[in-house]
């Protein structure tokens, strides 16, 4: 792996992503640091990016997934397409769908009552907290509720936005900016 990228391909993610040539650099910089202590062929594995970003184990197993589109190996290209989208510089559409389908674990276009109570579930487990079980079915058909779902139904892409364009705090913490990125 180069240590500096080439100028076409720094202007094609430019191209592709909402950063800028600054921040495609310093990117590249973290990445070559974390593949440099990476088993992989091809770039890095979840336990790297888990351990370089501080994430708890879900929410690197989601991000993960979610960036490489598997459970291999996360390419440079896949790391900044995925956080393009919480750059400062992303839509508010653009953050919508990232944390639309970090909920949607399956990928099948809507959040439903398991999915939610599994991030619920895994949230209280990292954080060290406790909340009975019959209180976190509430809090999911409380969620339901919310959007106007039966307990049985799902959250589809439509019905998440119009309740983050009516509750923006949802996605408050879709924005980083790469000067927050560990070095």
């Given amino acids: 792996m180069s240590a500096v990228l080439d100028d076409p391909e720094i202007a094609r993610l430019v191209e592709k992503t909402n950063f800028s040539t600054e921040?495609?650099?310093?990117?590249?910089?973290?990445?070559?640091?974390?593949?440099?202590?990476?088993?992989?062929?091809?770039?890095?594995?979840q336990e790297e990016f888990q351990q370089a970003f501080g994430l708890g184990k879900f929410e690197a197993y989601r991000l993960f997934r979610l960036f490489s589109r598997s459970n291999s190996d996360l390419t440079f290209e896949q790391l900044c397409?995925?956080?393009?989208?919480?750059?400062?510089?992303?839509?508010?559409?653009?953050?919508?769908?990232?944390?639309?389908?970090?909920?949607?674990?399956?990928?099948?276009?809507?959040?439903?009552?398991?999915?939610?109570?599994?991030?619920?579930?895994?949230?209280?487990e990292e954080n060290d907290m406790y909340v009975g079980p019959e209180h976190v079915d509430a809090i999911v058909a409380q969620t339901l509720s919310s959007f106007g779902v039966e307990t049985s139904g799902h959250i589809d892409f439509e019905m998440y936005k119009a309740m983050v364009e009516h509750h923006p705090q949802l996605i408050a913490a879709m924005t980083i900016s790469t000067w927050q990125l560990p070095l």
Avoid at 23 to 45: T, V
Avoid at 81 to 92: E, K, M, V, W, Y
């Fill in 81 to 124: 397409c995925g956080l393009s989208a919480f750059s400062p510089n992303a839509s508010t559409e653009e953050k919508m769908r990232a944390s639309f389908d970090f909920f949607d674990a399956n990928s099948d276009g809507k959040i439903d009552r398991e999915e939610i109570k599994k991030a619920f579930e895994q949230f209280l």
């Fill in 23 to 45: 921040e495609i650099a310093a990117l590249y910089k973290r990445f070559a640091q974390m593949r440099s202590q990476s088993n992989s062929d091809h770039g890095i594995r």
